[in-house]
């Protein structure tokens, strides 16, 4: 078994290593009918007379490409702005466009090829690690050494990891035109499912399945004999892969929009934008389900589902991003601060991202049907903004990139709108809660230990005290490696659901109301 576990780690390493070198393969070439195919047809002429002088040059890498066409377009537009002449600007980016068309290469070549030898060994090697573990072992949650791990306790190997994600996220949020190789590379994966070729965003959602269901083996076998555990990997390993990857690209093979069908506002920030719902109302009677399903999940799924079954019905069970955190960074999950001070910074920053969230959304609705623009540019500024710092840096980069530093769910806890939304009906409305028995209490820790939230569980258990937080978000993990089957997950009548009850031992009583 160990010999198999050192193939894996060997396979995944050099999967790895492959997919870090491939951006760097190849050569580039413009010419004037990469440039008009590749353009909006209101800016083709401009645009080929703007990157003229690349035509006919060979670029030997990506820098140089890209050099060149940033000191050609950025020249062009510079006069233009210096002179005032907003109106002809060009704000459209097209530097990923062109460099995928002018790319050539091996990788272009023979996609399915580096394909397997990147992303498929990784998988492959994966598995092979995961699949052996706690085979000889007796069922039931272990951690053996995970504080004195390099990877798993902020050691130099969790350091790396972090680096490497969070680089990853920054090019491709930002920078995509370094990585068309990696595109071009799953292309022919994307002409399966949609029939077009892959953008930046499907490289990504085909390694985010891969790395939940590669992952979610790892689960398996670490919680074996836990029945709830189990059934809970499973969900958010298919809805993943069947709602948030598969169906979407099918659904743009038959001419339909792309719509997640689990994504709920304001998780899905852009929903009441006017592009998107233009989108939906041109598609007929499809685009009209989409938008009343989207609405009908706002306005009556999450509060009827989270007043039933708490927030972990969404986060635990059907979320992407809840699904990622509780696979890939399931190994990370100790490192979650649990101190008082964390608490106050998180219930204050995932509120306002909620409130921003709200206020865009409300401006975008008036000035979609009023007919007038409500405080001039505000609203496009507040999309861009919001777009920027919470869609992309808050949720992809630190929300991902920090798992190794903060923990997995540093974007659940801290910046997911759904998330504080969700929060507020479980804390006030529902009929979830952790129940617990401080009389069986021994003050080991576990509990606080892997809670993945944040908190201090044990504090509540010492005191028999039921556990309502409403960053709560039912994992079970704390039921799970509690070694006195302290603490349970119901979902009971609101009676008694919050509860003062005094300390087990000693004269005063000590009360929690949060």
């Known amino acids: 078994m160990k010999l198999i576990q050192k193939i894996g780690i060997l396979l995944f390493l050099v999967g790895i290593g492959t997919f870090t070198l491939i951006p760097f393969l190849g ?53 233009l702005k210096e002179q005032s002449l907003w109106d002809q600007v060009i704000w459209d980016d097209y530097s ?14 023979n996609p399915w090829l580096f394909l397997m030898l990147s992303i498929g060994l990784a998988a492959i090697g994966g598995l092979l690690y995961n699949l052996p573990k706690h085979r000889d072992e007796p069922a039931g949650v272990k951690n053996n050494g995970v504080f004195h791990s390099a990877m798993k306790n902020r050691g130099w190997m969790g350091m790396i990891t972090g680096a490497y994600l969070i680089l990853f996220y920054i090019i491709l949020y930002w920078f995509p035109a370094y990585i068309v190789n990696l595109v071009s590379m799953v292309d022919p994966v994307s002409m399966i499912l949609s029939g077009n070729p892959a953008s930046q965003w499907f490289l990504y959602g085909l390694i985010y399945t891969l790395a939940i269901l590669v992952m979610g083996i790892r689960m398996f076998r670490k919680y074996r004999g836990n029945r709830y555990q189990q059934l809970r990997t499973a969900s958010v390993m298919f809805f993943q892969t069947a709602f948030a990857f598969l169906i979407p690209e099918i659904l743009v093979l038959f001419n339909q929009p792309y719509f997640d069908f689990k994504n709920i506002w304001p998780l899905d920030y852009d929903f009441f934008y006017d592009y998107q719902i233009d989108t939906f109302l041109s598609a007929g009677g499809v685009g009209m389900f989409m938008l009343i399903w989207g609405i009908l999940l706002i306005i009556i799924g999450v509060p009827v589902f989270t007043y039933f079954f708490g927030k972990r019905w969404y986060c635990s069970w059907v979320c992407g991003c809840g699904g990622l955190a509780e696979t890939v960074g399931d190994p990370y999950r100790q490192l979650s601060d649990k101190s008082l001070k964390a608490w106050k910074y998180e219930r204050v920053i995932i509120h306002s991202v909620l409130v921003l969230a709200v206020v865009m959304t409300l401006l975008t609705i008036v000035n979609y049907f009023s007919g007038f623009s409500l405080l001039g540019n505000v609203t496009n500024q507040l999309h861009s903004f919001y777009g920027f710092a919470i869609g992309s840096a808050f949720a992809g980069v630190v929300g991902t990139g920090f798992y190794p530093f903060m923990g997995n769910r540093v974007w659940c806890r801290f910046g997911c709108p759904l998330a504080a939304y969700l929060g507020l009906v479980q804390r006030f409305k529902s009929r979830f809660r952790i129940t617990t028995n401080g009389g069986q209490c021994i003050s080991c820790g576990n509990c606080s230990t892997y809670c993945e939230m944040g908190i201090d569980v044990r504090w509540y258990a010492q005191r028999g005290q039921n556990i309502v937080r409403s960053s709560c978000v039912g994992c079970g993990v704390c039921s799970s490696v509690c070694p006195r089957g302290v603490l349970k997950l119901e979902n009971n009548s609101e009676e008694g659901r919050i509860n003062e009850l005094p300390i087990i031992i000693g004269n005063d009583s000590i009360k929690l109301n949060a």
């Open 27 to 79: 050569s580039y070439q413009l010419d004037k009918k990469t440039v008009l195919e590749n353009t909006k047809d209101i800016h083709q002429e401009k645009m080929s007379e703007v990157l003229e002088p690349m035509y006919g040059e060979v670029y030997n890498s990506n820098f140089g490409f890209i050099s060149a066409f940033k000191t050609n377009f950025n020249n062009y537009n510079d006069g």
């Open 96 to 109: 990923f466009p062109l460099a995928k068309a002018a790319l050539s290469s091996p990788v272009k070549e």
